[in-house]
């Protein structure tokens, strides 16, 4: 089960999870084979998805990410904590950090709330990050905060993008959001707080595999305890 949901990504020296984008369908019955995980998307993923391309380079995707929706389905909290610990005690690389998807949506619903929560109980000395759209949902945002935001070692911010509104903006900030944007390299300042916004030296600078020991982004309210915006740069 593990197997199917957790690689190695060498781009950012972290294990991660991946979830389907869109629906998966049978090219002759057209049944669906699974769900698609991005149900809280902005139009600004419509139009710049890079996963989508990467399906049409690479089709035998389609059937990877049937098994990973599979497996992510099967989890049960009791499962994780369960097994989740001895899968990654056989790992020969020493474990630090986990990043929720690369690809896809981590909290496409209430029951992905409790597995995301389920992991990173069951590893407590483990860094998780997630980044998430979720928090555009009201029902899943209020959930989200009770169950989540509590969690000393995840690392979660909520995903914007030019799409964003500037209420939006001011929400996230008032409930206490660590915000990660990506989509305009031109825009610098948290458009709520015009705080400046922390630079990712990974896609800024290309510094592959900085996403382990960086202290100042994505991590930083598990490492230095302080509320923050990220910017993306466009890659």
């Known amino acids: 089960m593990f197997n199917d949901l957790f690689r190695w990504c060498e781009d950012i020296s972290q294990f991660a999870t ?3 984008i869109n629906d998966i369908s049978d090219e002759i019955t057209k049944e669906v084979l699974v769900e698609g995980s991005c149900i809280h998307r902005s139009p600004y993923c419509d139009k710049t998805c890079f996963n989508i391309k990467l399906y049409k380079l690479y089709p035998n995707m389609l059937k990877r990410d049937i098994r990973i929706e599979k497996a992510w389905q099967a989890l049960t909290p009791e499962n994780i904590h369960k097994n989740i610990a001895n899968f990654f005690q056989r790992k020969r690389k020493q474990i630090k950090r986990i990043r929720f998807n690369t690809r ?3 909290l496409k619903d209430i029951a992905d709330i ?7 109980t069951a590893m ?3 860094e998780w990050w997630l980044p ?5 949902d009201p ?24 799409s964003t509104t500037k209420e939006e ?3 996230l900030n008032r409930d206490g959001w660590n915000i990660m944007f990506y989509g305009d390299d031109e825009l610098n300042h948290d458009p709520a707080t015009g705080k400046y916004m922390f630079q990712c030296p990974k896609t800024k600078k290309g510094m592959k595999g900085h ?7 994505c991590f930083s309210q598990t490492t230095i305890g302080k509320r923050r915006t990220i910017k993306l740069y466009q890659h």
């Open 132 to 136: 998430t759209r979720a928090w555009s």
């Open 124 to 126: 407590p000395d483990t």
């Open 211 to 217: 996403c382990e020991i960086c202290k100042g982004g």
């Open 114 to 120: 409790y597995r995301v929560k389920a992991m990173c």
């Open 104 to 106: 896809g949506e981590s």
């Open 139 to 162: 029902i899943m945002k209020v959930q989200i905060e009770q169950e989540l935001m509590p969690l000393p070692n995840l690392a979660l911010n909520a995903s914007t993008d030019p």
């Open 18 to 20: 991946d979830r389907p």
């Open 169 to 171: 903006w001011e929400m």
